[in-house]
């Protein structure tokens, strides 16, 4: 257990949650700066694996789903969609990459498109009043703008 909210990143077991959370050895890190901290030093390796990495020390980190969640978001007067990262980022959102996974999580590509995020509960909810059935499927409605939400095949 780590003393006084500080984690070693070369000591511990690090893991990014699907539930947005940082686990230090299967505890979740409560302390809100150490998170802040580990979601802007992640790096994703050129083999895929992500890493966390601040001056001289990194740690590989078990990602169980996606490395970057959606916490929140606005729409503009002018239609766009602002999501905010768990790295404390904000990106306009491209609509034509949303997509429906298992248990209908919903899912879009941030980070030009490198990435995938999560939307997290909250900000699900703040999408809500802006999605529509249309059909058997479901589609992003902002203004007059239309977007379908793909179904992911499979596991996506």
Same mark, same amino acid.
């Given at each position: 257990?780590?003393?006084?909210?500080?984690?070693?990143?070369?000591?511990?077991?690090?893991?990014?949650?699907?539930?947005?959370?940082?686990?230090?050895?299967?505890?979740?890190?409560?302390?809100?700066?150490? #998170?802040?901290?580990?979601?802007?030093?992640?790096? @994703?390796?050129? *083999? %895929?694996?992500?890493?966390? =990495?601040?001056?001289?020390?990194?740690?590989?980190?078990?990602?169980?789903?996606?490395?970057?969640?959606?916490?929140?978001?606005?729409?503009?007067?002018?239609?766009?969609?602002?999501?905010?990262?768990?790295?404390?980022?904000?990106?306009?959102?491209?609509?034509?990459?949303?997509? #429906?996974?298992?248990?209908?999580?919903?899912?879009? @590509?941030?980070? *030009? %498109?490198?990435?995938?995020? =999560?939307?997290?509960?909250?900000?699900?909810?703040?999408?809500?009043?802006?999605?529509?059935?249309?059909?058997?499927?479901?589609?992003?409605?902002?203004?007059?703008?239309?977007?379908?939400?793909?179904?992911?095949?499979?596991?996506?």
């Amino acid at each position: 257990m780590a003393r006084a909210g500080f984690y070693a990143v070369h000591g511990s077991k690090i893991r990014f949650g699907r539930d947005g959370r940082w686990y230090a050895d299967g505890e979740p890190i409560t302390n809100d700066r150490i #998170a802040a901290l580990f979601a802007t030093h992640l790096r @994703r390796e050129a *083999d %895929g694996r992500y890493v966390i =990495r601040m001056g001289d020390e990194q740690a590989t980190i078990e990602v169980e789903d996606t490395a970057f969640v959606i916490v929140g978001l606005s729409v503009t007067p002018d239609g766009d969609v602002l999501v905010e990262l768990n790295d404390h980022t904000t990106e306009r959102l491209d609509p034509s990459t949303l997509v #429906a996974g298992t248990d209908n999580v919903l899912y879009c @590509r941030v980070k *030009d %498109g490198s990435e995938r995020a =999560r939307f997290l509960r909250p900000a699900y909810y703040q999408l809500a009043p802006y999605v529509v059935q249309q059909g058997s499927g479901f589609q992003l409605r902002i203004g007059t703008a239309t977007y379908p939400i793909r179904a992911a095949a499979g596991s996506d």
